[in-house]
């Protein structure tokens, strides 16, 4: 006959089934803390660096761009070099040593940001350039712009079907590459028609601050002229009020590149000749949707994108003053 187990046995036992259930339930605490882990969407640090924010179509193309980030509970981190490759440079890496997950740039220069470019590829950060392009192309995962050649035409088409001739005075911005491509469009469209000639040459850098000024100093040269074609609205505002403080705004048509609130108004009142209009709201959304394509590694087609620009005069402004940006 079997002799019963002693109490100390049976004890043992339960003691040994007690140990395994703690560990048991330790074991599977510590894989349900590594799952939630895992699950937890950690924000991701988007950086953007404009070539200025002294200009409010950046303005505009970066609220576009947040929208989108914190739509997916992520932060936009925006900085301003204020037309300083210097500190743009210094900014760029700045964001690259923080490790953020995408880069959004509008170089201050077409040249200038080849190491910048070359670490944000080495750290697998993709790069979106936009409102204009740069050289070292092959380091960029996506690039919008708008036809800015085509903006520079449709300005010297507008005006050679007004004018049979004409005097015409430049406000540049040739360092950006989206300014100098304005211009040369301007200027390739003229350069068979000797009876349309460049009097005067102005870098402004596409600021009204400094178009001002340089229009000042060259109306006080008495060069006799009819047309001031710029590079961009900002600049057409800063000449148009240098014209208006010395009464020679009367009779001159000015050109301008954007489609500004402010340039659109005054094509309706009939003081600006014209402004050729580009979606800044467009180019952000785009903008906005190639970071997420590229760190959800999908494929980005086309890689390269050119929007379409619209000539605004005062036969279809109308069309455009329910908005205040397109």
Excluded at 46 to 72: C, D, L, Q, R, W
Excluded at 171 to 199: C, W
Excluded at 259 to 281: D, H, I, N
């Amino acid at each position: 006959m079997q002799k019963p187990k002693s109490y100390a046995y049976v004890f043992f036992c339960i003691l040994l089934c007690f140990a395994f259930a703690i560990g048991s339930n330790y074991g599977l605490e510590r894989i349900i803390q590594r799952n939630l882990i895992y699950d937890i969407k950690m924000p991701k640090n988007i950086g953007a660096v404009y070539m200025t924010y002294n200009n409010p179509f950046y303005s505009v193309v970066n609220e576009e761009i947040s929208k989108v980030v914190k739509k997916h509970g992520d932060n936009l981190i925006t900085l301003d070099p204020s037309l300083s490759l210097k500190k743009q440079k210094e900014q760029i890496n700045d964001l690259i040593d923080q490790r953020v997950d995408a880069l959004v740039i509008t170089p201050v220069r077409f040249k200038g940001l080849t190491k910048e470019l070359k670490r944000a590829k080495q750290y697998n950060i993709p790069v979106i350039i936009v409102d204009t392009e740069v050289a070292d192309s092959k380091y960029v995962s996506y690039n919008v712009s708008s036809d800015n050649y085509n903006a520079g035409v449709q300005c010297a088409q507008d005006m050679m079907a007004e004018l049979p001739s004409a005097r015409i005075a430049l406000l540049e911005h040739n360092s950006a590459y989206s300014g100098y491509m304005r211009i040369k469009g301007f200027l390739d469209t003229i350069q068979d028609h000797p009876e349309y000639q460049v009097v005067k040459h102005m870098d402004c850098k596409g600021q009204l601050e400094k178009a001002m000024p340089a229009t000042k100093a060259f109306l006080k040269e008495n060069i006799p002229f009819d047309v001031l074609m710029c590079l961009n609205d900002p600049s057409a505002l800063g000449g148009m009020a240098a014209l208006e403080e010395m009464n020679q705004l009367d009779g001159k048509y000015v050109y301008g590149i954007d489609g500004t609130p402010e340039a659109k108004q005054l094509v309706e009142e009939g003081r600006m000749r014209a402004t050729v209009a580009q979606s800044p709201k467009t180019m952000g959304q785009k903008a906005a949707k190639a970071i997420y394509c590229l760190l959800d590694h999908k494929k980005i087609a086309p890689r390269v994108e050119v929007l379409p620009v619209q000539k605004i005069t005062k036969d279809n402004v109308s069309a455009y003053l329910s908005e205040e940006w397109q």
